[in-house]
Nanobody, 118 residues
Framework: QVQVMESGGGLVQAGGSLRLSCAAS????????MGWYRQVPGIQRELVAS???????NYADSVKGRFTISADNAKNTMYLQMNGLKPEDTAVYYC????????????WGQGTQVTVSS
């Protein structure tokens, strides 16, 4: 069993900052990557940023230069520092944990709301 818990969402004015956290626990022996996704109603969930166990990162073009993903492997925790927030960043942000092996490879958190007011 794998548990994924996000925290850190909230309401912020445009130009402001928020930091999201995602902690994974349980049977995570083969954890090899984590990622942040976001979704607004009626639109497909999209990748925001991801990071591998070795530290390789990937960002959506829309957040490059504004968002920074990082991880503490010892704590099995991932962070997303969001600066220069825009109203179009408003969404529910989900954490995904990816396993290298196992019957089930991906686990999702429950999501955390980020709202950016103009």
């Amino acid at each position: 069993q794998v548990q994924v818990m996000e925290s850190g969402g909230g309401l912020v004015q445009a130009g402001g900052s928020l930091r999201l956290s995602c902690a994974a626990s349980g049977s995570i022996f083969s954890l090899n990557a984590m990622g942040w996704y976001r979704q607004v109603p009626g639109i497909q969930r999209e990748l925001v940023a991801s990071i591998t166990r070795s530290g390789s990162t990937n960002y959506a073009d829309s957040v490059k230069g504004r968002f920074t993903i990082s991880a503490d492997n010892a704590k099995n925790t991932m962070y997303l520092q969001m600066n220069g927030l825009k109203p179009e960043d408003t969404a529910v942000y989900y954490c995904k944990v990816h396993m290298a092996w196992g019957n089930r490879r991906d686990y999702w958190g429950q999501g955390t709301q980020v709202t950016v007011s103009s």
